[in-house]
Structure formats: C-alpha cells, structure tokens
C-alpha cells in the first residue's frame, strides 16, 4: 500500500498525526500565533510557549473550539504547516483518514473533511472515521466483533461518552468537560481562597502534579498575583483544596455516562458489565477519575495505555491493515 497515509485526530488542544510513512505519531498544540493580524508568526508547541506571554500585536488561539472547527483559516494554515513538515519538504498527493466526534451537526462532520481537502496538502482520498471507533482500535478492543463497548473520552474542551458495538456507534454524547474545566476549578478554588489569580498554565501543572504530590504528602507551591496588593506571590495550596474543586466536574461526567447507560439497550449492558468503561483521553489521567467512575457507575475502570494517542493509535490500526478498513467511509459525494 502507499506510504503517503495520514490519519488526524484534531483535538481542542494537541493535534495527534500518525504518519505512515514513519509509523510514529506527531503530537503538538493545535494552535497558532498571528503578528499584525496576518502574518503566521510560530505554529503548534512553539505557538503555545508563548501563550499567555505574547504582546498584545501578537494573537494566540487554538482553531478548534469544542470539539469543532471554529476558524477554518487558521486550522487550513495548521494542518498545511504540520503535513508539510511530516512531509520534509517533499510534498506527493496523499491519503488522510480523520477521526471525528459522533454528536456533532453533519455541516460539523463535514467540515473535517472539507478541512483536509482545501488545505492544500495534495488530498488524493479523504476517509472519515468516528472518533469512538478509533479510540476502540487503539486501546487493543475487538470493535468489530464486540457487543457493546463503553469508551469515555476525557479530553480538553470536551468529554466523548459513546457505546460501540459491532464495528459501529450505538449512542454518543458530547458534552463541555475536560482538561480546562479542571484547571479553571483549580484558579477559581486559588482564587476564593488565597485571593491569588494563578496562569492557566500553572493550573495545568498542579492539575498534572496532583496525584504526585498527594502520594508524597506535600502541597504545591505556585506563583501568581495577589488580588489585593497586585504584586506577585508565592503560595502553598493543599492538594484537598485542588481534589474538592475537581469534584464537582467529575460529578458531571459520571453523571452523563450513567445517562448513556440508562438508554443503552438492555442486550448490550451485559457485555458493558463484562468489559467495565475504557477511559481514555490526556485528561483522563488526573487524580481520582478513574476510582471516582468506577464508584460512580460501579462497574470496572479499563484505562488506556497511550490515553493521549488512542485514537491516533487507532487510525494508524485502519491504515495499515485491511481487516479494519470498513470501520472508515467517505462522506458522499465528495469522494473520489
Ligand atoms: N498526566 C496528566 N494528568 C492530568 N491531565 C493531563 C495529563 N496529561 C495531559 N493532561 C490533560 O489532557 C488534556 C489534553 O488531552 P487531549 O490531547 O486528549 O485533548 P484534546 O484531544 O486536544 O481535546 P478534545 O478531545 O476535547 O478536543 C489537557 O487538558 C491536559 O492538561
Ligand atoms: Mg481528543
């Protein structure tokens, strides 16, 4: 088969590349930096280094917003630099298979594909694949051949609750949880009560921190300014202080994936019960999740491996064997 195959899962924060050509997987931030309104300025990891940090001339955003293509110029911009850089400079028509979520608006889905092919990376077949499906893939589950399949998806903007079965998705929400619900719980709960406002990316290294240094039984230290004097501080926060804020957003997603589970047809709930939840995403990782799902449905908590590249991991799995083809389609009309 051709060595020029992409599979793309987009993300509101990391885009995740697997590549064929060097069966590895590029993650960077999906973000930009523009100078003077409309000059590219840095790209991906170098554009979020200076999140929270550029001048005022120059403007800093992630294309991608719940979920879904918010600034289609932009993205075009991202997708052309990143392929282009997998590509070393020598650019040949290739194939891309893109993951999208499920409950999204068909305008939404297409997007993705209309994405790809006006970004000018010479797009010879674009394949759309369902997120969830991917997910699947990459965390090693037989999703042809399961009879339901629970997979939660903790990512940045969004959380993906979905039920698999037979290679196909039975029932998916999306709802507005994830990694940056948590790091603004964690400002706010800074912010009430030490009257300190914290950088979202230091709220970033606390949220990541957390399991670590509750096991080491130390508190985090963080840099910020008081509300009152506006002069910069150091303060120590307790990590309760970090889980209780937390809770709250944990509580929402058990929630919504108990509603999954109460519409799920009753022939299906017993191999959810067999198999337990697959829990996956980058935000997946943080503190108490995994124990407070497993408590909060009472089944049993499977986690991904790679929970940050599972879906990547299973785009890759379509592309290099044929078995897993028929999990990808064309959106109609516009294929070749
Ligand atoms: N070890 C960790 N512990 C807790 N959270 C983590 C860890 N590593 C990454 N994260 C969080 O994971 C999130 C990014 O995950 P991911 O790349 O899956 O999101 P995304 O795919 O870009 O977003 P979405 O799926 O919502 O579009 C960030 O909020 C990041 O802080
Ligand atoms: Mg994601």
Do not use: W
């Not at 392929?83 to 194939?95: E, F, T, V, Y």
């Not at 068909?106 to 969830?132: G, H, Q, S, W």
């Not at 790091?183 to 009430?192: L, N, Q, S």
């Not at 921190?209 to 910020?224: F, H, K, M, Q, T």
Request: negative net charge; charged residues 25%; hydrophobic residues 40%.
């Amino acid at each position: 088969m051709a060595n020029n195959v992409f599979g793309i899962d987009l993300g509101t924060n990391n885009i995740k590349i697997y590549s064929r050509n060097d069966d590895g997987i590029m993650v960077e931030k999906n973000m930009i930096a523009i100078e003077n309104k409309n000059t590219l300025f840095a790209y991906g990891d170098s554009a979020f280094e200076m999140y929270e940090k550029a001048p005022s001339n120059i403007h800093i955003s992630y294309p991608l917003s719940n979920g879904v293509i918010a600034d289609i110029q932009n993205m075009e911009t991202l997708i052309k630099f990143f392929i282009g850089d997998l590509q070393k400079g020598n650019s040949k028509p290739c194939d891309f298979y893109v993951a999208v979520p499920t409950d999204v608006t068909e305008v939404e889905k297409r997007a993705f594909y209309d994405l790809i092919k006006d970004a000018n990376v010479k797009a010879k077949k674009i394949m759309v694949v369902e997120k969830a499906v991917a997910d699947g893939l990459g965390m090693d589950i037989d999703v042809k051949n399961s009879q339901g399949v629970l997979v939660v998806n903790v990512g940045y903007e969004t959380t993906e609750i979905s039920i698999l079965s037979l290679g196909g998705i039975v029932l998916s929400r999306l709802i507005k949880e994830g990694g940056m619900k948590f790091d603004d719980a964690i400002r706010g709960a800074v912010r009430r009560e030490f009257g300190l406002i914290i950088g979202g990316k230091t709220a970033e290294t606390v949220k990541i921190s957390l399991r670590e240094l509750e096991e080491d039984n130390c508190s985090a230290i963080v840099y910020g300014r008081d509300i009152v004097t506006g002069l910069p501080v150091e303060r120590e926060i307790p990590t309760q202080l970090v889980v209780d804020a937390l809770e709250e957003h944990f509580n929402t997603i058990i929630d919504n994936v108990k509603v999954i589970l109460e519409r799920t047809p009753p022939e299906l709930a017993a191999d959810i019960y067999r198999h337990g939840v697959y829990l996956t995403g980058g935000a997946s990782q943080v503190s108490h999740l995994a124990e407070r799902l497993a408590t909060g449905t009472g089944l049993k908590v499977n986690l991904a491996e790679n929970p940050l590249t599972s879906v990547a991991m299973g785009l890759a799995k379509i592309i290099k064997d044929e078995n897993y083809k028929t999990v990808a389609y064309a959106i109609e009309g516009m294929s070749k």
